[in-house]
């Protein structure tokens, strides 16, 4: 089994940044790509950025430029640095975990104001 605890959520101006952290535990040497997630009030929950094992990282077209996935090992601990936020980048914020199985986070809230 492996738990995943998001935090660095808020409520933030546009333009403004915020750093997403993903704690990971239990059988996490199990673990082979991890992704950030959200989804918006109505909307279906999307891939926003990936980072595999080795550290290669992935990104959908919207947040590229804005957004850095990285991942620290020793930690166990997967991060999201937002910069340039957007009022459309409100969202709760969900990492996601995939080995045998794919394990979600609980998610964290972004708000992001005009």
């Known amino acids: 089994q492996v738990q995943l605890v998001e935090s660095g959520g808020g409520l933030v101006q546009a333009g403004g940044s915020l750093r997403l952290s993903c704690a990971a535990s239990?059988?996490?040497?199990?673990?082979?790509?991890i992704g950030w997630y959200r989804q918006a009030p109505g909307k279906q929950r999307e891939l926003v950025a990936v980072i595999s094992s080795g550290g290669k990282a992935n990104y959908v077209d919207s947040v590229k430029g804005r957004f850095t996935i990285s991942r620290d090992n020793a930690k166990n601990t997967v991060y999201l640095q937002m910069n340039s936020l957007k009022p459309e980048d409100t969202a709760i914020y969900y990492c996601k975990g995939t080995a045998l199985y794919d394990y979600w986070g609980q998610g964290t809230q972004v708000t992001v104001s005009s």
């Open positions: 239990g059988r996490t040497f199990t673990l082979n790509a």
